[in-house]
């Protein structure tokens, strides 16, 4: 059984850091990899970042690349997104998620994610 757990949203003003964590209750390393993905209202759920849980090899969305960074501590069976130089446009829900055991599948995609948190707001406002 996987249950993801997020947490570490909140209101933060532009420019300013937040950090968000994914407690995973599988067994560590069971997971191919593991994602991050945010869903602003009325709009579709994309990818932000991810990485492979064996080697720790990154993926970032275009928009995010240099200001967020994806992490993941295989001794807690946690995933860490660091999130800097926050915007506006940051401001949506974020999921966790994770994939199965087998691999390679593509990091990016949505369809490759089996298993999916509740889910935590980023809301970035003055």
């Known amino acids: 059984q996987v249950h993801l757990v997020e947490s570490g949203g909140g209101l933060v003003q532009p420019g300013n850091s937040l950090t968000l964590t994914c407690r995973n209750s599988?067994?560590?390393?069971?997971?191919?990899?593991m994602g991050w993905f945010r869903q602003a209202p009325g709009k579709e759920r994309l990818f932000v970042a991810g990485l492979i849980m064996s080697d720790g090899v990154t993926y970032y969305e275009d928009s995010v690349r240099g200001r967020f960074a994806v992490s993941r501590d295989l001794a807690r069976n946690t995933l860490t997104l660091q999130m800097r130089s926050l915007k506006s446009e940051d401001t949506a829900r974020y999921f966790c998620?994770?994939?199965?055991?087998?691999?390679?599948?593509?990091?990016?995609?949505?369809?490759?994610?089996?298993?999916w948190g509740q889910g935590t707001q980023v809301t970035v406002s003055s």
């Open positions: 599988a067994r560590s390393g069971w997971n191919y990899a």
């Open positions: 998620a994770a994939t199965g055991p087998d691999g390679p599948v593509p990091v990016t995609d949505r369809g490759s994610y089996d298993y």
